[in-house]
């Protein structure tokens, strides 16, 4: 149980186009969502929070017109690159917090996408 | 505000030798902790998690953790290392609060000699 998904795992784009990336909790319905970022050897950065039918929540820093997120269902949020530039390559990574667990803060991770903007 | 501290960015054992990976907190609550597990180019899987129940918590692949509140830490250890182990491995803290925010330390990369 507690699977989450991401499609693509990978992508190549081209600077100037944008990008979708989709996460998908596979057997259990998120409340909330959050989106990653993670740079070659380090941590994972919080970039946003999402909610299924609000707004997401932007960290400091993380321009929200620039990753557009959407939380359309308890099942799927997606993550949207607009006009991707080369320093948008990274690791992006999602994960979902369980209905079930949520009074336990568990979060479940997606595998990744690897995005590479050339 | 909450925190997390990995001591180590890396670590290196022999095949079968104990793992100790060092984490500790920050926090004004009584926080959740979790280690969480990488391996290359994936994301991250759940090794165990400490939500205020026993403080020694037993998780996947044979890893515990200790809570020790005096000290605020929250230790990984394995008896006995396998080559499989070889992975980043991520501290994280939540304050439970609404929105569920997980704060990472800055990992440990766990190397497994043979």
């Known amino acids: 149980g507690a699977v989450v998904s991401q499609h693509p795992s990978w992508v190549i784009c081209k600077s100037g186009t944008s990008v979708k990336i989709e996460c998908r909790s596979l057997?259990?319905?998120?409340?909330?969502m959050f989106w990653y970022r993670q740079f070659p050897k380090q941590s994972l950065m919080l970039m946003a929070t999402s909610n299924e039918g609000s707004k997401a929540t932007y960290e400091q820093g993380v321009e929200k017109d620039k990753f557009l997120i959407n939380h359309a269902s308890l099942t799927l949020s997606t993550l949207t690159v607009t006009s991707a530039h080369p320093e948008d390559s990274s690791f992006y990574i999602c994960?979902?917090?369980?209905?079930?667990?949520?009074?336990?803060?568990?979060?479940?991770f997606g595998p990744g996408t690897r995005l590479t903007v050339l | 505000a909450q925190s997390v501290t990995q001591l180590g960015s890396h670590v290196s054992v022999s095949e079968g030798a104990l793992v100790l990976l060092r984490c500790n907190y920050s926090s004004s609550v009584p926080p959740y902790l979790f280690w969480y597990v990488q391996y290359p180019n994936q994301g991250l899987q759940l090794l165990l998690k400490y939500t205020s129940a026993a403080t020694l918590v037993k998780g996947i692949n044979g890893f515990e953790a200790e809570f020790k509140k005096s000290e605020t830490s929250f230790h990984l250890t394995k008896p006995s290392a396998h080559m499989s182990d070889a992975a980043e491995y991520f501290c994280?803290?939540?304050?439970?609060?609404?929105?569920?925010?997980?704060?990472f330390g800055k990992g440990t990369k766990l190397s497994v000699k043979p």
């Open positions: 057997d259990f319905q998120a409340t909330t």
């Open positions: 994960s979902a917090r369980d209905w079930a667990s949520a009074s336990t803060d568990t979060q479940y």
């Open positions: 994280a803290v939540s304050d439970g609060g609404s929105q569920g925010n997980l704060i």
